[in-house]
């Protein structure tokens, strides 16, 4: 049984315009690392920490947290310490939180020799993210954990669905350097919606998911619209409705909100296409004040992937 193993648990994009709560699909360029060891005393330790500052007391980091679910099930006869390599800023919107959720959980069951599911592992990772979001929800763990598109059907009963990739889908993701807290992004949706725009909704995550079952990238680009959360979102992030206009004349099958924000992501099909989406969002942004970072990324159908062990 190895002791030690070294992970890359990547970033996700969570909502995928139409699936709020419950769709997601995981990327392949940018990712947080992890090192997880076993070690003699029980419990969980987190002993190293880089990138950025996030608290090392085990109650208050969403790895931690996650970790003990884990342990408090499984009862092992060990402990483990943990080291976070966060290359994923916290309140990005591209899965920082579930980056590290995620990313315990699979350690120690990959350690301790897969005694856990995914489906399981998400249940565990899921009370690590309500500690950054005060809600249990699975959008970005879920892809995270099994790559590719994912479609949370139930949380009670906890049900994944991993739903196929086109083979020429690409995500373009632009981050504006501005915080947007995802349990303040939530206060602000309002406690119901009409009805018309409710059946919009399904039937674009429907048609969506049709889309990726058929590689119909037409289907697709009709399907990835918003009608009930990215009018609230969008106010919060500075240029928004720019960045879309500027992306889909650059010839994104279309665009939206990443997460909770601030980051917003377009999908393309083709890397080229997603590249000119990408030069398109820095051009606007390069006319801000606003530092940014971009992305552009084929749709990881792993998941979590073992760099070392």
Not at 38 to 46: N, P, Q, T, Y
Not at 49 to 63: M, R, Y
Not at 254 to 276: H, M, N
Request: hydrophobic share 40%; proline share 5%; glycine share 8%.
């Amino acid at each position: 049984m190895n002791k030690e193993i070294r992970i890359f648990s990547p970033g996700t994009v969570a909502n995928v315009s139409c699936g709020f709560d419950v769709l997601g699909f995981c990327l392949d360029t940018v990712g947080d690392e992890m090192v997880v060891r076993i070690s003699s005393e029980k419990g969980i330790r987190i002993t190293k920490i880089e990138g950025f500052d996030l608290p090392f007391e085990t109650h208050k980091n969403v790895a931690g947290v996650s970790a003990q679910a884990l342990i408090a099930d499984l009862k092992p006869d060990c402990g483990f310490e943990i080291e976070i390599y966060k290359f994923i800023k916290p309140g990005s919107g591209i899965g920082s939180s579930a980056a590290s959720a995620a990313g315990s959980v699979f350690a120690i069951n990959e350690l301790m020799g897969k005694p856990y599911t995914k489906t399981e592992l998400t249940r565990f990772a899921m009370k690590g993210e309500a500690l950054a979001s005060q809600s249990e929800h699975a959008d970005n763990l879920a892809p995270a954990l099994f790559g590719g598109f994912t479609l949370v059907k139930s949380l009670c009963p906890l049900e994944i669905l991993k739903l196929p990739i086109p083979d020429e889908l690409y995500a373009t993701i632009i981050h504006p350097q501005i915080e947007i807290k995802t349990a303040e992004a939530r206060a602000i949706l309002p406690k119901s919606v009409p009805l018309h725009d409710a059946i919009t909704q399904w039937s674009n995550l429907g048609s969506l998911v049709h889309a990726l079952h058929n590689g119909d990238y037409e289907l697709l680009q009709r399907s990835l619209h918003d009608s009930i959360v990215e009018p609230y979102r969008s106010k919060l992030i500075p240029h928004f409705e720019d960045i879309k206009l500027a992306t889909l004349a650059s010839g994104a099958l279309g665009i939206g909100i990443s997460g909770s924000g601030p980051s917003i992501f377009a999908l393309s099909k083709g890397e080229k296409t997603a590249k000119e989406v990408e030069d398109a969002m820095r051009k606007v942004y390069t006319k801000t004040a606003i530092q940014f970072e971009t992305y552009v990324s084929k749709i990881n159908s792993k998941g979590i992937k073992i760099i070392e062990a």
